[in-house]
């Protein structure tokens, strides 16, 4: 079908994409749908789905932040062109070493007032300690039903999860422990964990342990010896404290425990 795409049509979709963006950013999810054609295509090419209007409301609810501060930066201005506007952003993804975030565009035409068409795609981008940059995976199979924002809004869940239940002191949690709890299922952890964060569900629930055992550290009323708060921790063995320790800071316990005595004499 031929739209009336001409330079009359461009202030007319600046303001319903300027609505449509503010709508995603208060969480209004009954806002986003109301902008919707009822004809709308959304072509999600990092699943490689395409969905319409009756699919919308929940794959939108799924994607909204369930909290405010989701880490969403604009990389560019919305720029618009007759009935087509574009829309550049980076959606960090929490819980990884370095800089773990999707590149993401949306090309958006509006009819009627109306959004017709959303065309997203979105890139992988890790970045280490290093400055180094790697593209990351496309989805294993888009059966799993999760697009950039909804890896990102996930991550944010499971990172107050075990900020908030503290399940990482149970030395025998497991990844279906922490599904059930989570109300995601197994695949979707692991893929967020393996696939997009670079690291396995025991290394995951390690750091979490480590950084408990770091905060005991800096209570200067504790004062059992490293190896016990490892295992009050959660760390179901030295060996796997000791690895993931030196991993983190560089040292041993020990030689880290001198370089704090050390400090506090100076």
Same mark, same amino acid.
């Given at each position: 079908m031929t739209l009336l =795409?001409? /330079?009359?049509?461009?202030? $007319?979709?600046? =303001?319903?994409? @300027?609505?449509?963006?503010?709508?995603? +950013? #208060?969480? =209004? $999810? !009954?806002?986003? *749908?109301? @902008?919707? #054609? /009822? !004809?709308?295509?959304? #072509?999600?090419f990092f699943q490689n789905r395409v969905l319409g209007y009756r699919e919308l409301r929940d794959y939108v609810?799924?994607?909204? /932040? #369930?909290?405010?501060?989701?880490? *969403?930066?604009? &990389? =560019?201005? *919305?720029?618009?062109d007759g009935c087509t506007a574009f829309i550049q952003y980076q959606v960090t993804v929490q819980g990884g070493d370095g800089l773990v975030a999707f590149q993401s565009s949306e090309a958006i035409t509006v009819k009627d007032g109306l959004i017709w068409q959303v065309n997203e795609y979105a890139t992988l981008v890790r970045q280490n300690g290093n400055g180094l940059v790697s593209s990351g995976p496309r989805p294993a199979t888009s059966r799993l039903g999760l697009s950039p924002r909804q890896l990102s809004t996930m991550a944010q869940d499971l990172e107050h999860y075990f900020q908030r239940q503290r399940p990482y002191l149970d030395p025998e949690l497991d990844l279906q422990q922490v599904a059930d709890a989570s109300g995601y299922s197994r695949n979707q952890i692991s893929y967020l964990l393996n696939q997009v964060l670079g690291q396995s569900f025991y290394r995951y629930v390690n750091q979490a342990r480590l950084q408990h055992l770091m905060a005991s550290l800096d209570d200067d009323s504790v004062e059992a010896p490293i190896d016990d708060l490892a295992f009050n921790a959660g760390f179901n063995s @030295? &060996?796997? %404290?000791? +690895?993931? %320790?030196?991993e983190h800071t560089g040292l041993t316990p020990k030689a880290y425990l001198k370089q704090i005595s050390l400090r506090a004499r100076t």
């Open positions: =795409d001409t /330079p009359a049509q461009t202030p $007319l979709t600046a =303001d319903t994409v @300027l609505r449509y963006h503010l709508c995603w +950013k #208060h969480r =209004d $999810l !009954d806002g986003v *749908i109301a @902008l919707y #054609h /009822p !004809d709308i295509q959304y #072509h999600d609810r799924a994607c909204l /932040p #369930h909290e405010a501060g989701e880490d *969403i930066v604009h &990389s =560019d201005r *919305i720029r618009v @030295l &060996s796997a %404290f000791y +690895k993931c %320790f030196r």
